[in-house]
């Protein structure tokens, strides 16, 4: 290592310490010197080329916490001790369970990503946010940031039996965007299974593929939100436009367009403008379309225009698939028998599952312990301990809230319209199933509503479940994810 730059680098580290934020007393400041010193001993520099300064870390965990919680210190301690415009690279050393042998060389996983992320700019005419994409009609192409996440690849994508079909007709369709039967291509399952991910990977290969081509990701509560800016501002003319000059629109959680009946309104004049222009749409939702409530026919009806796919939760052999995958990514090689104790023992969604990954190499590399079966164990039980939930009145509440895409307030309300008065029938019925309140409690939890009403919403949702398909899923699906 070059004495040069290890000395730039001991300068570095101290000046951070000696700025590190002030605590209110000394035993805080200490803790604090404490976790600094233990999370850069094992961070080294390797090479300063041309103002690019590249580190070695042990995972992509350090790097995650080094820019979370000192780029700015450490940006301004290179600024001082190497000068202005330093770019940050990042090397993964590979990590071996103990009694494995180590590698002398480094684990390079691709091409290092420097930290400063170059963002493309809004042309003259458009507001300089993003979140205020209004532009000057008559503009053919836009050059915005498309919100695409990079590791949403289809490389970092783990294909197995619950999302096959869905994996396959995505890759079809970053082919030929917009040019296949697959549009729009909706793809709906419960949470943190991959439908964002898998939408995203169709973008980010648009991109590479086509790199004239405008692609655009969003979430349906930002889709919301703009359009209410522009009507204050009477500006839903410009909101149409710009949606309508994109290539590849991918709106996520599509199902809480639900009771907006203006931007549905607005979504499907741009939906109709695209679809008939030849470009290609991308919807995800925790729903089938047949069941999203309050949407427009109209808008239910092109929904199914194209393809339906559903993404189940990972099998057994996919979440040991994803989980040698994430590892790898870090720099991190597990024998079998610890990839089998993690694919057993949780069970449960995508994003659920990497968390648990995230946690165990945390506690691995902060703590200095080597990876071994007995710390998988300790990690799993102490996540089930501490996310153990209560299953109370508002812990109901809010899991009907989030399955129908409605606000609190709402289900608390005294309207009577279906798409609020069945999922406050359903939340009465399932805080007398699951919990040993009286009627008078529930009714209170529930906006103040009067025993009598409880009682009438419990016995027809138990009647009206044994004869209607539509509340027998409804009771099923929520059942299952408050066990959860």
Partial sequence: MDDNLMMIWQKCLQFMRDNLNAAEDNSDLKKLEKSFDMLFDKVQPLSLVSNNLTLIVPSDFYKEYIEDNYLSLLSAALKKNVGKGVKLWYSVMENRPKGEEKPVTMNMKGQSVPTPKTQETMPQGFSANIVNPFVVPGIKKVNIDSNLKPDYSFDSYVEGESNKFAATVARSIAKRPGATAFNPLFLYGGYGVGKTHLGQAVGLEVKNQFPDKVVLYLSSEKFIQQFISAAKAHKQTEFANFYQMVDVLIIDDIQFLSGKSATQDSFFHI?????QNGKQIILTSDK???????????????????LSAEIKSPDLSTRRQIIEDKLSRDGIVLPGDMLDFLAVETKTNVRE????INSVIAYSTVYKRDLSLELLKETINRIAANQKKVINIPYIQEVVCDYFGIKKEQL?????KREIALPRQLAMYFSKEFTNSTFTKIGEEMGGKDHSTVMYACDTIKDVSKIDKEIKKYVKDLTERIKQ
């Fill in 412 to 416: 608390l309300s005294k309207t009577r």
């Fill in 353 to 356: 599952l990497i968390g648990v």
């Fill in 271 to 275: 939906f109709d403008h695209l679809h």
């Fill in 288 to 306: 089938a379309p047949a069941d999203i409530m309050d949407i427009q026919d109209r808008i239910v009806s092109r929904f199914k225009w194209g």
